[in-house]
């Protein structure tokens, strides 16, 4: 009996060290808590280029996708400036070494300027790492990278590219993986002729199989139709639902069956080109989100059901709002960053959407990427590799550091894990710790 309590409190300690190792990990693109925040401690926040970088390693091309971590390993996609390879990559976390680099597929167009081949983020459940490109290709490797499955979603579903290029990273969440194709019905015709529609998908992380298939179709004008974000989960009063923005419409659908559950027509004045790029949030029983081009801010109440109206919206912020960066829900505050052309950052009281400070975070370059935080500090990052941190909280804005990296096309979002920031700029990938 005393050697059953012994191995039944050795494997309890097991978990309990598991358990701890996840917590510190940055899994997907938003982080642990889908909001792009971390309960790290011991986060350096006065750096330079010399100081404090624990390490960085030059990369093979660009890439908009945040770095992911887990079990000690950096995990990224990346596009290849010597050839059209599109890669999913592994780095030591504790000494930037590539531990190994993957072909998965090949950049088949062009796209935009602004967009990028590999923007969506890698995610991974601690068993697989999951690599998603802008030709529609997901794959599935193990932390090793050897390949267990890969599916192309454009030979079954038509064309998911729309104008700055497909870029919605894939949600893990209840042993799911959540995938949106958001686009122009018109502009995606199938071999018969009919438009193609616009749909959630989960798909079961081990065997790469549908599990649903679910249309969200809405009527919209032109542009709007096309949607970059991402699936977000928010779980309230026992309930759990997986969020999605595009085509004027913010809906929230049941995780189990893709079912719909409410909806909230967030676009007060429909236009030809209001497309969605910033992800909704979630917070103290909220959900937060931009309208579209960043005309103004919004709250909904956890309980929502049915159609949401006006009315039932818990408060609005119209002053400066994203039109790019997915906001920031950090210890009962919201950060929302309209870094395109005014390069504003506010601050604002979640519950209430009091405004508590705002302030112009200047440099040459947009700001694009979505902010992050952890131990305090509120880290970001703009297209030409200027990196600001600053307090989290207060009535006043307090900068602590401002260092350029002086590094084009700086896309994705810094990560946390591990008591370090990670931070991708056009070129090279840093670990950044005291």
Known sequence: MCSEKKILFVLALILLIVSSAFCGDWMQWRGPNFNGSAEATGLVGDWSVKKNVKWSTKLPGTGASTPIVCKGRVFISSTDKASKDLLGMCFDAATGKELWRKKITTASRKIARKGDMACPSASTDGDRVYFTFENGV????????????????????????????????????????????????????????????????????????NIFKQPRQFKALE?????????????????????????????????????????????????????NIASVVTGDGKVFGARARGDGFYAINGG?????????????????????STPLYYRGNLYVLAGSSKKVVSCL????????????????????????AGDGKIYCINEGGLVVTFQAGGDKYKEISRINLDDKKSLASISIADKAIFIRTGSKLYRIQK
């Open 138 to 209: 997901i794959a599935a490797l193990d932390l090793d990278g050897n390949l267990k499955w890969q599916r192309q979603l454009e030979d079954q579903y038509g064309s998911v590219h729309i104008k700055f290029g497909y870029s919605s990273t894939p949600l893990l969440f209840d042993g799911r993986m959540y995938v949106l194709v958001l686009r122009h019905p018109d502009q995606h015709l199938g071999e018969d002729g009919k438009p193609r529609d616009s749909f959630i998908l989960a798909i079961d992380p081990v065997t790469g199989k």
């Open 223 to 275: 542009e709007t139709y096309d949607s970059y974000t991402s699936a977000i989960p928010f779980v309230h009063g026992g309930r759990k639902l997986i969020l999605v923005n595009a085509a004027d419409n913010l809906s929230a659908h049941d995780p189990a069956t893709g079912k719909e559950i409410w909806r909230y027509k967030y676009c007060l004045k429909p236009i030809r080109w209001g497309r």
């Open 304 to 324: 929502a059901k049915g159609l949401v109206e006006e009315k039932d919206v818990a408060w609005t912020f119209d002053g400066p709002a994203p039109d790019v």
């Open 349 to 372: 009281e979640s519950k209430t959407g009091k405004v508590k400070w705002t302030t112009k975070l200047g440099g040459s370059d947009p700001w694009r990427a979505s902010m992050t």
